[in-house]
């Protein structure tokens, strides 16, 4: 049974930094890339940043270039998210989700951690 286990969500105030964690286990994960997304209330859920398992390259939304970084650690399945300079609006459920190589979809969710951050 694969699973995605979300770490390191919390409070912060602006300005401050967060380091999320996303830990693959199961003998059947199989992934081509690892997707954070966030949801904040009332909004619908957004992309914010992907890193793929071979060769590391990456990509981000557009309001997070410059201040989150998303790493992976592939001996131990693990993406990283480390989010600076956090502003309010950054304020949502974060979740990781695995893409499957040659498809637009998503195979494996997170259950999602809580990121707020206060003015």
């Known amino acids: 049974q694969v699973q995605l286990v979300e770490s390191g969500g919390g409070l912060v105030q602006t300005g401050g930094s967060l380091r999320l964690s996303c830990a693959a286990s199961?003998?059947?994960?199989?992934?081509?890339?690892m997707d954070w997304l966030r949801q904040a209330p009332g909004k619908e859920r957004e992309f914010v940043a992907r890193?793929?398992?071979?060769?590391?390259?990456?990509l981000y939304a557009d309001p997070v270039k410059g201040r989150f970084t998303i790493s992976r650690d592939n001996a131990k399945r693990t993406v990283y998210l480390q989010m600076n300079s956090l502003k309010p609006e950054d304020t949502a459920v974060y979740y990781c989700?695995?893409?499957?190589?040659?498809?637009?979809?998503?195979?494996?969710w997170g259950q999602g951690t809580q990121v707020t951050v206060s003015s």
């Open positions: 989700a695995s893409r499957a190589a040659g498809t637009s979809e998503y195979n494996y």
């Open positions: 890193v793929i398992w071979i060769g590391g390259g990456t």
């Open positions: 199961g003998r059947s994960f199989s992934s081509y890339a």
